[in-house]
């Protein structure tokens, strides 16, 4: 009978800290590129995402926006908000403001928001040429369009993107991870199975974001997770390819 290996014994390869020269290039190479792509995306997502509510640095707002939209973010809203606050009653600007940010349906239109349109604002807009004509749906409609952040279109495609390219590149991460040495077993399966918890978090977050706010922090510890499941493995395997300690493979152990 062949004796029975250890669990150390079967891993697909020697220990980080004995690795053949060439296998350690290659792995560094790859880990210290992973790495600086890891921090471009993330100056990526504080340039683009991070940069949704008008402020630097990433928040909560940034998802939301980015995700759910900002719906408050109607030109008509704003306006009513500034230049043509006066323009109406609180009453009338609140109603205005109500339809416009229930998606400005047609029927409310037809049934009420013309009259107060009316009362309010056509004495200019559909008499001044150069403002918008607010006598017509089709007129007041453009301005009235709320920002309704991600389309499923664009969540469908950037998800795919994204969990097919980052399972990838976190598989291989994670491989060679598991030829380190030294580090508890529990950790060793929690590391390695991380990121593609977080992954799926983070994918999921947004798509729950475009229609509840509040999963806009469930991105946030999803971002999070990975940088720091990532950042151990790819640190801990460079650390142990070019500083090898006493490792417990190469002390011969009770077990
Ligand atoms: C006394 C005339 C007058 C009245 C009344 C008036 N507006 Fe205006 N509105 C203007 C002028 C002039 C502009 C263009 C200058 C500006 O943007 O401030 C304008 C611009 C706007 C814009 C920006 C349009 C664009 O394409 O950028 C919105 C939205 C708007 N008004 C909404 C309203 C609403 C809603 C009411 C009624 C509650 C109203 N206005 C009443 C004169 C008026």
Redesign the pocket.
């Known amino acids: 009978m062949d004796e029975m290996p250890s669990a150390t014994a079967r891993r697909w390869g020697p220990p980080l800290s004995q690795i053949d020269p060439a296998l350690r290039a290659l792995f560094t190479g790859y880990l210290i590129v992973i790495g600086i792509g890891l921090l471009m995306s993330f100056v990526q997502i504080l340039l683009t995402h991070g940069m949704a509510d008008g402020r630097f640095g990433l928040s909560v707002t940034d998802i939301v926006y980015s995700y759910y939209g900002n719906r408050e973010g109607s030109?008509?809203e704003?306006?009513?908000q500034g230049?043509?606050k006066l323009?109406?009653s609180t009453h009338?600007?609140a109603e205005?403001i109500k339809w416009v940010r229930a998606g400005s349906p047609r029927d409310e239109w037809d049934s009420h928001i013309r009259t107060v349109?009316t009362a309010?604002?056509t004495?200019?807009?559909g008499v001044?040429p150069g403002?918008?004509d607010?006598t017509r749906y089709d007129g007041i409609k453009s301005?009235a369009q709320i920002d309704e952040g991600a389309t499923v279109p664009t969540l469908a495609r950037v998800s795919h993107i994204h969990l097919f390219g980052i399972a990838f590149i976190f598989f291989f991460v994670c491989l060679i991870f598991t030829l380190a040495t030294g580090i508890p077993s529990q950790l060793r399966v929690a590391a390695v199975a991380a990121p593609y918890v977080f992954l799926t978090i983070d994918v999921f977050s947004w798509w729950a974001t475009k229609w509840v706010p509040t999963a806009a922090y469930l991105t946030i510890l999803g971002g999070f997770g990975y940088a720091v499941s990532s950042g151990f493995m790819i640190f801990t395997s460079l650390y142990q390819m070019w500083w090898p300690m006493r490792s417990p493979s190469t002390t011969p152990g009770p077990g």
Do not use: E, F, G, T
């Open positions: 030109r008509l704003a306006k009513l230049s043509m323009m109406a009338d600007r205005i349109i309010n604002c004495r200019c807009h001044i403002i918008p607010y301005v």
